[in-house]
């Protein structure tokens, strides 16, 4: 007789998708797989400055001094795009995502396209019209100024692009596809290097056109980057695709952004401002001391993308779970972030505040320059830990649409690292050292703040508004 027992199969378990992952994960996992393509990604785009460095190094301490009072714009830029407005799309686009809004999240992608747009031609205009004359009133000899503004003139030119590689790799990370656009960033620094070597110092037969091949080199990867990163948009196979369907703009989409944007865009607009600040008045004490400063601070902008990899994935993972209505679960995820990012900066700021000589060492032998560095390290670098801290929960705190309190840290450290420095070195005349140690309390403080805020429930404030 047949036997007609029916056997159950094992039932098909379906991969999480990675929505699901953001709101049920572990969350120490979960940040560190996220935040791994970025903090490489990141910190390969940090070697490529760190290069440009280098090279620009082989043509002496007043080309060093030259692009150390540029730095600062250029940073302001990639900070604003790829932290501030870029966090503030990341939010959107994983809150809309969190609740369930793919059709809100696919509009999104056209409001940062023009986002990049009008404020490429901004930074553009504000250059145009008071970089030059800004530049002048430093108290910094001639021929740096000069150099200063050739590589003004062509970065701005160009810096479009730079919003665009921003904003367009933040809707990827808001969609908590972190690899793509890390890749395309470790492929484009595989062409920065080489090219900008080519430009800065006429390798292959190409003029050597100084700090200004620097600057040809960012807008044309920059360029590049972005058209790459378009083009995986307009395929398909992600989470969202760029639509000609769903190009409408809406200022209510425009608000939901720049209601975390604008505010967030404070906090780097601040630390540029005081690392520029703080370049005037340390240009007061001679030239190799600007040139060491301006190294031993790139430094910290080395940090920040290290932290922006674990940042960016925390305002994902907390914009999905604010979206989804998950507080406690967000605030756990943004102090699991923020003990990995302070472990990390605070490691490395005390090695090299033991040995200065493992940054200083790499970019200049001039003895008055290295000291100047050095002595940056030593008082600055053990507190690099709080500068993790709280650069992370300000990305984490993007995501929680609770801006505010880090924006007030932010501040703060302002106020102390150039406000009690400027009154120190100019009406007491107090030396460098005194100038780095408010740069310290600054950095304390920042973290301090940050930190507060969230212990005292600041994003449950916010998502029950």
Known sequence: MPDHTVVASAPVV???????????ARPLPLILGLAAPNAIAFLVQATVSMTEVWYIGRLGTGALAAIALMFPALMLMQMLANGAIGGAVSSSVARALGRGGQAQAEALIWHALVIALV????????????GGLLLHRLDAPAAVIVEAIRYGNILFAGCVSIWLMGLLAAVFRGMGEMRFPALVMVLGAG???PLSGALILGWFGLPALGIAGAAISTVVVMTLMAGVLVARLLRGGLVLRLRLTALRLDRHLFGDIFRVGALAALSPVLTVLAIAAVNVIVSGFGAAALAGYGIAARLEFLLIPLVFGIGAAMTAIVGTNIGAGNTERAEYVGWTGGVLAAALTGAIGLILAIAPGLWVG???DDPATYDAGALFLRIVGPVFLFQGLGLSLY???QGAG?????VLAAVARFAVAVGAAAIGATWFGFGIGFVYTCIAVGMF????ITAGALALGAWRTASSR
């Open 445 to 448: 403080l920042f973290g301090l």
């Open 119 to 130: 404020a490429g031609a901004l930074f553009w205009v504000l250059w145009s019209l008071g």
């Open 402 to 406: 609770a801006i505010g309190w880090p």
């Open 191 to 193: 062409v920065q290097i």
């Open 14 to 24: 379906r991969p999480q998708s990675r929505t699901e992952q953001m709101l049920s």
């Open 362 to 364: 790499l970019f200049t």
């Open 395 to 397: 990305f984490a705190s």
